[in-house]
């Protein structure tokens, strides 16, 4: 089946600095790209998202990255705070057949941000 | 915000047992799924629904049914719950169309003994 390949599973980084997950996607057809936030004990939360006619998005301290060519999206974080220790998963849209609309996730990245 | 409530947020079931796991939403979303998460695993879809009384298989969905008796209500059923589905479960829907954004529920932890 489709797969989404999400890397690291854990990251480490110092307040203040910056962090960056990288996700790689199976089928060329994917046109959307999602990026949610689960903090300890909730639920995920849409963060930032990206489609295919774009390549770079940028919102409050968030920045998604996306490279049709090599099939690869990236989340980068900027001066990191405390608060943006989470789980982060990304995810591809599977092409539309139908009624279907199926995300496909990655595995997720824990990310602690270190005072 | 997308108001996604589910129950029970808790259970313990024993082995062989069925178990329910309610979800509804006052959005008027057409979509709804459930996923569940294990640790290693990620998110992985179910069973979704895209319109009342019809309901379509995820990517892992032995061992569990679904229903959908309503927009608002999406029901996950284990018929005969294993040490395996040992889980959380979690309920989300979204608008149809471009996005798909989705909005989760609080999630369900379910043990399974």
């Known amino acids: 089946g489709e797969q989404v390949e999400q890397l690291p599973s854990i990251l480490r980084v110092q307040e203040g600095s910056s962090a960056s997950i990288n996700c790689t996607y199976e089928n060329s057809a994917s046109n959307y790209f999602p990026w949610y936030k689960q903090e300890p004990g909730e639920n995920p939360k849409l963060i930032i998202d990206i489609r295919s006619n774009m390549e770079r998005k940028q919102t409050q301290g968030l920045i998604v990255l996306l490279d049709k060519k090599a099939k690869r999206f990236s989340l980068h974080i900027t001066d990191t705070q405390p608060g943006d220790s989470a789980m982060y998963f990304c995810a591809a849209r599977a092409p539309l057949t139908g009624n279907t609309r199926k995300l496909i996730f990655g595995l997720g990245t824990t990310l602690q941000v270190q005072p | 915000e997308a108001a996604v409530t589910q129950s029970p947020r808790s259970k313990v079931a024993v082995t062989g047992g069925k178990v329910t796991l309610s979800c509804h939403q006052t959005n008027n979303h057409d979509y709804m799924y459930w996923y569940r998460q294990d640790t290693g695993h990620g998110l992985r879809l179910i069973h979704y629904?895209?319109?009342?009384?019809?309901?379509e298989k995820g990517d892992i969905p032995d061992g569990y049914k679904a229903s959908r008796p309503s927009q608002e209500n999406f029901s996950l059923i284990l018929e005969l719950a294993s040490l395996s589905q040992t889980a959380v479960y979690f309920c989300?829907?979204?608008?149809?169309?471009?996005?798909?954004?989705?909005?989760f529920g609080e999630g369900s932890r379910l043990i399974v003994v």
């Open positions: 629904s895209y319109v009342a009384d019809s309901t």
């Open positions: 989300a829907s979204s608008v149809t169309g471009s996005g798909n954004t989705l909005y």
